[in-house]
């Protein structure tokens, strides 16, 4: 059974950087798109950003593009995503999600993502 973990996640200032990754046990990155999405107690969740089994291609929110950026470590079976210029409004619980069938592009649909990790909470101070 594959399991996510993220990390990277904290307390930081508006206008301040994180990193988060998300790491695998159990099963593989490689070769599966993979996808991160954000979500607040008692919301729906929003998503963030998403790359390709190849790492060729990204979707990204439109409330993040230009901000944040997802990468990936084939060899490490690492994601990442790099947060800039955070805002408060960034502030939530962010997971890191592996799509179900591999060598896909990449999705901003949860549907399209069958393992899921617990989240690493962000939070922006203003």
């Known amino acids: 059974q594959v399991q996510l973990v993220e990390s990277g996640g904290g307390l930081v200032q508006a206008g301040g950087s994180l990193r988060l990754s998300c790491a695998a046990s159990?099963?593989?990155?490689?070769?599966?798109?993979v996808g991160w999405f954000r979500q607040a107690p008692g919301k729906e969740p929003e998503f963030v950003a998403a790359?390709?089994?190849?790492?060729?291609?990204?979707i990204y929110a439109d409330s993040v593009k230009g901000r944040f950026s997802i990468s990936r470590d084939n060899a490490k079976n690492m994601v990442f995503l790099q947060m800039d210029s955070l805002k408060s409004e960034d502030t939530d619980v962010y997971s890191c999600a592996r799509d179900i069938v591999p060598f896909r592009l990449g999705s901003t649909r949860e549907s399209a993502y069958g393992y899921w990790g617990q989240g690493t909470q962000v939070t922006v101070s203003s």
């Open positions: 790359i390709a089994a190849s790492g060729g291609s990204t």
């Open positions: 159990g099963g593989t990155l490689t070769g599966y798109a």
